[in-house]
């Protein structure tokens, strides 16, 4: 079982709705992370939160906004998508802040569909 | 800049067969390098990891040598099983990247029984 908890597993949204993503860890983890995979490729970093402030955000457009309530969680808050956005949305937790090299441990990720 | 380059899939072995995937990399600086697995359905899972020349990384009856000489950190088993099946991905992270993973485009690894 994984340690990084995400949900839902699945989830269908049209483009005018507004949804979240949930994601949660309990291992003391001080970096949390959103990740966009596509289907047959690697995952594309989306942001990194580190000791609960936004450190990174790559590029991402506003139609994502992350949030992290603390330590333990990580929200992305979803308005307006397009279909294009479809993907596996990833979180990951890594024991240290950005500027280290601990290795991520992931969620089984969110399946989403925008129709 | 940093980047990781895999050997392209899909890997088809029967089980039991001795299994190698090539990954090798360029870096500005000293990376860590990470072997990370992704079964069906799953999310990715680090698989081992080497951080100096010379380490070895193992797990699972996996392992993968950081060649610095050739730029290299090869996957290995011995012999491999049906529930091995899964994409393989190899990623560094050094100073160059701000320690953010540049990974390798994945290779799909199908066991047949």
């Known amino acids: 079982d994984t340690e990084v908890t995400q949900t839902p597993k699945h989830l269908v949204m049209g483009m005018t709705n507004k949804k979240s993503l949930k994601c949660e860890q309990h291992?003391?983890?001080?970096?949390m992370y959103w990740y966009k995979q596509k289907a047959k490729k690697p995952p594309e970093l989306m942001f990194v939160y580190s000791y609960e402030k936004l450190s990174i955000n790559e590029s991402v457009p506003s139609r994502f906004s992350p949030e992290c309530p603390n330590s333990s969680l990580l929200n992305l808050h979803l308005h307006a998508l397009q279909p294009e956005d479809s993907a596996l949305y990833l979180c990951?937790?890594?024991?240290?802040?950005?500027?280290?090299?601990?290795?991520?441990?992931f969620g089984n990720g969110t399946r989403l569909t925008v129709t | 800049g940093n980047s990781v380059t895999q050997m392209e899939g899909p890997v088809t072995l029967s089980e039991e067969a001795f299994l190698t995937i090539n990954c090798t990399y360029t870096a500005t600086g000293y990376p860590s390098l990470f072997w990370y697995v992704q079964y069906p359905g799953e999310g990715l899972q680090l698989l081992l990891k080497a951080t100096k020349a010379d380490d070895k990384g193992s797990n699972k009856g996996f392992e993968a040598t950081y060649r610095k000489e050739t730029t290299s950190f090869h996957l290995e088993k011995g012999s491999v099983q049906v529930s091995d099946s899964a994409v393989y991905f190899c990623a560094l992270s050094d100073l160059g990247s701000n320690y953010q993973l540049i990974w390798g485009a994945g290779t799909k690894l199908i066991i047949k029984p």
């Open positions: 291992m003391g983890h001080r970096a």
């Open positions: 990951a937790s890594s024991q240290k802040g950005t500027g280290s090299n601990s290795p991520l441990h």
